[in-house]
Structure formats: structure tokens, C-alpha cells
């Protein structure tokens, strides 16, 4: 593996551990927040979170460079407070790959959560258990499956990415340059042997990220049967 590579790799690595910190942070309390509330606004909140899932990435990543650009709303807000715009930059490239992922941290959150029932919150409420108190001694113990399916979802799916980083972070070595886009420039200059390096670590890692989540799964299954 090249020194290129090796900083693709170190770029990626960095780019789904602070993209998953970020989707855990936020999405905790918006998958909690879904998963307790019956106002008619959640359902137009859970389609939002849920249009990564079938809007291509292209059409997001477009978006997300139009908006972080130079002319855009956000890009554009930082300019005129002397800040650098954040399109093909690392930055932007984690805000383009928060939007990305944030189905795959509140979906499974906020399954597990609905799991867990309103009765031994209420029970605990009863005994002047404060909410913090309830939902970290209750609730995150009872939803351990559920945080470790969407952390490693999340991590995996960041990994993999290609058209949104493309779009928003373009190809810049030692900044914006992840490994799915070294693929790319490998298979585009016919070096099959170095595509293939890449490409298969990251399908075996890929395979045993998800093996060991259904490993998990099901086991918990069979010891509740």
C-alpha cells in the first residue's frame, strides 16, 4: 500500500470515528425523541431523517457543496465573518457525512428504544428517579444491541461513502482523499492490483463488522427464548 493510500486510510478512519461521535451525540436524543413522542411533526422529521436512504448521493452531495460553497447560505454566512467557505474541506466533509449517516444512528436507536416500553421508566419515576437518572441506569443498558448496531452501521457506512464525499470534499490528497475515492483513481488508471488491495480490505472489513452485529443479535435472541 502506498504512502497515498495509507494517508487515504488515515483520512477515512478519521472521518467515520468523529462522523459516528457526532451521529451518537446528536442522534440519541432525536432517536429518543421519536421514539416517545406522538406530535404529527415526527413524522415529517422521521421522512427527513430516513431521505438518505433513497435520495442518491449525488443530489445530496450537490446540495451540501452548493450550500457550504462560497455563494451559499452557510458558506457564504462564514465569508462574511472573515471564516474560509467549507466545500473541499475536511470540515465540510464531516458536516456532508453527518447528514449522510443520520438514519443509520436514529433508526436503530430509536427501534430499540420504542423496545424498551414506557413501564419501568414510569416505575422508576415513581421511586423519584430524575430523567437522566432513568435514562442512563434503564434505558442505555436495555438498548446496548440497538447503540452497538448503530455505532457499527454508522462507522461502516461512513467507510464506504463515495458520491457525497466526492461532491463536497472533491479529491484532495492528505485532506479530502478517503479510500473509496483512491479505488476510484486506481481502477481509472488501470491499476487493478492496488484497486483490488483496497477494495477487498474493505469488503472483508465491512463482512466481519456486520457478522459480528448479527453474532450479537442473535445471540441475544437465543438467551431470551
Known amino acids: 500500500m502506498s504512502g497515498a493510500d495509507l494517508q487515504a486510510l488515515r483520512t477515512t478512519l478519521a472521518l467515520a470515528a468523529l462522523t459516528t461521535l457526532i ?11 421519536l421514539a416517545r413522542t406522538r406530535a404529527r411533526a415526527a413524522l415529517l422529521l422521521e421522512a427527513v431523517v430516513a431521505l438518505p436512504l433513497v435520495l442518491p448521493p449525488t443530489v445530496l ?9 462560497p455563494q451559499g447560505p452557510v458558506g457564504g454566512l462564514l465569508q462574511s465573518f472573515g471564516l474560509p467557505h467549507l466545500a473541499f474541506t475536511f470540515t465540510g466533509l464531516v458536516l456532508a457525512s453527518t447528514l449522510y449517516s443520520l438514519p443509520f444512528m436514529v433508526q436503530p436507536l430509536r427501534d ?13 419515576a415513581t421511586l423519584r ?5 432513568r435514562f442512563f441506569s434503564i434505558v442505555v443498558p436495555m438498548s446496548r444491541r440497538g447503540f452497538i448496531t448503530a455505532i ?21 490528497p492528505g ?7 483512491a479505488i476510484y483513481d486506481h481502477a481509472e488508471a488501470l491499476d487493478y492490483a492496488s484497486a483490488h488491495l483496497l477494495a477487498g480490505s474493505l469488503l472483508v ?15 441475544h435472541r437465543l438467551a431470551q427464548s
Open 23 to 33: 451521529l451518537l451525540l446528536v442522534g440519541t436524543p432525536l432517536a429518543w425523541w
Open 61 to 69: 452531495g450537490f446540495y451540501m457543496l452548493v450550500a457550504l460553497g
Open 112 to 124: 430499540a428504544f420504542v423496545a424498551v416500553g414506557r413501564q419501568m421508566t414510569e416505575s422508576a
Open 129 to 133: 428517579a430524575g430523567p437522566w437518572d
Open 152 to 172: 457499527t452501521l454508522c462507522f461502516a457506512h461512513t467507510v464506504g461513502e463515495f458520491g457525497v464525499v466526492l461532491m463536497v470534499g472533491g479529491n484532495i
Open 175 to 181: 485532506e479530502t482523499r478517503v479510500l473509496s475515492i
Open 205 to 219: 472489513a465491512s463482512f466481519l463488522l456486520l457478522l459480528g452485529v448479527y453474532a450479537m443479535n442473535r445471540r
